[in-house]
């Protein structure tokens, strides 16, 4: 079984000979989304009738609340259906301004905000403006699946730094100085983290950010977990822990997880003016406006009441309560500690280089696609997040749905 389709048609091997080769070299590595490719897998063997544990999707399993949902049907019925400035609605810029004036003591204004078509397009936005061809981005190991990729498609070159399981991966300052080098443009940092759940405190912000203001960096701090936080935990934008980081820091937020909206595709990023002006040119002539509904959407979503918000992460928390206890109950497993975000990252190594059955596993990818045709069981492999023996479960998924697939694993690895 493999993971991602062969798309090649039968057409795609004719070529007549003065024909040049079909793909640019900037795509002819890109690989599809692990993430969405194995969730694609998942609904591909439900649809054939399997039972399947889904496990593999970060996006919460709630419906978008309701006051959200009828904004949208009140923005259709006033007819706001047609384009929008390109980089997004005013009112919707001043809702996300006074979000972090308010929460952060950020003094962001509309120019500095750029609405987009999800936090990954902002990413997309923010390394095309701001990477030249060759210019190194610091991607600390495990990391989202789309970092590096879409680093590589702006011509950037992801330097990817590992980090240790004994430290929650999470980045030391030693490590960040050691990284750089001449081509060095950018840090990327993700808190709390997809996938491994982990997430930095003020301090341990400030001492990266100390290096940062040393060797002259950007950041790009992507941001989009920061309300779903569990335990004493705080959130800090990486933005607020020293002065002049406004200046040298693009900040990716959106609606995605926090608000249960993944289809909408609403994201922000905030840049200092003059690169969220560039952001906004690339966006009039690739996408223009993100959908005017959703804006809306967005809007009811930021300043209406936040008790949905608050209601989605008492159901995580009890999810994640329940991994950690399932996770350390069982022999050989072991994961970070999740101060955010809906996901679990297992390490598995301590089951790798055996027998399952008949059949020696030696690969978290092997150890994933054997767990889910065994067991019916969908998470995503560690390689795919640059961590090999490893396996993220994201918890935005029922407790019954949990409970199941935690037995089957269990199961799996007797
Ligand atoms: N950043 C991280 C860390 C994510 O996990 C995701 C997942 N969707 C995104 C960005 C992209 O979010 P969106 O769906 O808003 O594009
Ligand atoms: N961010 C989610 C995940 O990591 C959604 C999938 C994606 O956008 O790649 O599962």
Not at 86 to 98: C, D, I, Q, T
Not at 147 to 163: D, M, N, R, W
Not at 254 to 280: D, E, F, H, L
């Amino acid at each position: 079984m493999t993971l991602f389709k062969d798309v090649r048609s039968p057409l795609s091997y004719w070529r007549p000979y003065s024909m040049k080769s079909n793909l640019s070299r900037r795509v002819a590595a890109l690989q599809p989304s692990a993430t969405l490719a194995m969730a694609a897998k998942a609904k591909e063997l439900k649809a054939a009738g399997r039972v399947i544990y889904d496990l593999s999707l970060g996006e919460p399993d709630f419906n978008t609340p309701e006051h959200i949902r009828k904004a949208a049907l009140d923005a259709m019925d006033a007819g706001y259906t047609h384009y929008t400035v390109a980089s997004g609605l005013p009112a919707l810029k001043e809702a996300v301004a006074k979000h972090y004036t308010a929460k952060h003591g950020l003094n962001y204004t509309a120019a500095n905000i750029t609405i987009t078509n999800g936090a990954k397009h902002a990413l997309h936005n923010i390394f095309t403006v701001l990477i030249d061809e060759g210019e190194e981005v610091i991607i600390p190991a495990p990391y989202w699946v789309s970092y590096a990729e879409l680093v590589k498609l702006a011509g950037g070159v992801p330097v990817i730094v590992s980090t240790t399981q004994e430290n929650n991966f999470k980045l030391t300052a030693e490590q960040l100085r050691d990284a750089c080098s001449e081509k060095t443009k950018c840090l990327l940092l993700c808190s709390p983290s997809n996938p491994t759940g982990s997430m930095y405190s003020g301090e341990e912000l400030g001492q990266l950010a100390d290096v940062v203001l040393e060797k002259d960096l950007w950041v790009v701090s992507d941001e989009i977990y920061e309300n779903l936080i569990y335990g004493d935990n705080r959130f800090v934008s990486f933005a607020t822990v020293r002065p002049g980081l406004e200046e040298r820091t693009v900040l990716v937020n959106g609606v995605s997880k926090t608000y249960a909206m993944t289809g909408w595709r609403i994201g922000w990023s905030m840049a200092p003016a003059a690169v969220a002006k560039k952001m906004a040119s690339l966006q009039s002539q690739e996408t223009s406006n993100p959908c005017s509904i959703s804006q809306y959407a967005a809007i009811a979503a930021l300043e209406g009441s936040q008790q949905c918000v608050a209601d989605m992460l008492a159901e995580f928390a009890k999810r994640r309560d329940f991994c950690a206890q399932r996770i350390a109950e069982i022999d050989g497993l072991s994961c970070p500690v999740m101060g955010g975000a809906f996901y679990a990252f297992i390490n598995i190594s301590k089951h790798l280089g055996r027998k399952y059955g008949d059949k020696m596993i030696e690969t978290d990818t092997d150890w994933c696609l054997e767990l889910l045709e065994k067991k019916g069981v969908a998470m995503v492999m560690g390689s795919a997040f640059g961590a090999p023996g490893y396996a993220r479960a994201s918890y935005a998924t029922s407790m019954e749905n949990l409970e199941k697939a935690f037995e089957k694993i269990e199961e799996f690895l007797s």
